[in-house]
């Protein structure tokens, strides 16, 4: 049984994220995405502006004047959540924390999914998977994903991006469209996540805080990392500190970008300041004017 606090979140989060769903991006993630392949739906008679390469001409010959085959496209598709629940997405100075962002989307993605009839599953990750949920529909479905997303407590602070994609790589056998959802802050998963781009369609999304890539000038301020527990003093007002701060900060989205771009994955920037449903809106308007054959 869960706490009424978290119920109470959960609620507020799946309106939330409907709301947005039924307002802004329903139809996007619909135009974003294409389907598995095309489905035969019916005959009907010919029409100007219709295809020649359509016309059926066993039932052209039978009825003595030209009817064509429609297709529709094969809409099921199957979404994965993979969500970084490590110690350090538990950051955040802006609005909220990064972990909370990526439960924003987590659930306004979910909720696309089940409203176009999608499937969707989650893997919830530290150095290990600690919750795969397998793709399934509907409301209910949806309404328990959000409650792991929100409530579940991580056993270990620590993140291995590489072990979770091979997992998800391992259990998810037909190609799917992969949401990875972290800040990246982890080590030697460049072949992981290049196999994963592979074999599904990944898009890495980075959750990010502007302290980390800005630093004020604080005085002596003691650090501590989440995920090891090392802690040190810092002298904040130095200028060398910030400016070196600053350089790791662009170095680390620099490396994640080239590594998206030449894996094929696509990344969007999510940051705590309370505008990543607009990033998340961005790219899939981004996504249909690729998949109509206009620029990205």
């Known amino acids: 049984m869960l706490p009424a606090d978290v119920l109470r979140q959960v609620r507020r ?13 329903g139809g996007e993630y619909h135009s974003a995405f294409k389907g598995a392949g095309l489905s035969f739906e019916e005959v009907r008679e010919y029409q100007p502006g219709d295809d020649v390469r359509s016309i059926d001409w066993n039932v052209t010959a039978r009825a003595g004047h030209p009817f064509v085959k429609r ?53 919830a990750f530290t150095t290990a998977v600690e919750r795969f949920v397998p793709p399934n529909k509907g409301p209910r479905h949806v309404l328990r994903l959000l409650r792991d997303i929100l409530a579940f407590e991580a056993k270990k602070p620590g993140t291995d991006l590489a072990a979770a994609l091979d997992y998800l790589n391992k259990v998810q056998r037909r190609r799917a469209i992969v949401f990875l959802l972290s800040d990246f802050l982890a080590g030697n998963f460049s072949d992981a996540f290049r196999r994963a781009a592979r074999k599904h369609d990944l898009i890495a999304v980075r959750t990010a805080d502007p302290r980390e890539a800005d630093w004020p ?15 040190a003093v810092i002298d904040t007002d130095g200028r060398a500190f910030r400016a070196a701060f600053a350089a790791r900060a662009r170095d680390r989205l620099a490396a994640v970008t080239k590594l998206a771009r030449g894996a094929g994955a696509d990344l969007i920037e999510a940051g705590t300041d309370g505008n990543h449903f607009d990033a998340l809106l961005k790219f899939f308007r981004r996504r249909d004017r690729r998949r109509q054959g206009g620029r990205a």
């Open 71 to 123: 297709y529709v496209e094969e809409r099921e598709l199957t979404l994965i959540l993979a969500v970084d629940v490590s110690a350090s997405q538990q950051f955040g100075t802006g609005p909220l924390a990064k972990r909370a962002v990526a439960a924003e989307l987590a659930a306004l993605l979910a909720l696309c999914a089940v409203s176009n009839n999608d499937r969707v599953g989650l893997v």
């Open 217 to 231: 000038a604080a005085g002596l301020v003691r650090l501590e990392d989440a995920e090891t527990g090392r802690q």
């Open 13 to 25: 989060l799946h309106l939330r994220a409907r709301r947005v769903v039924q307002t802004l991006l």
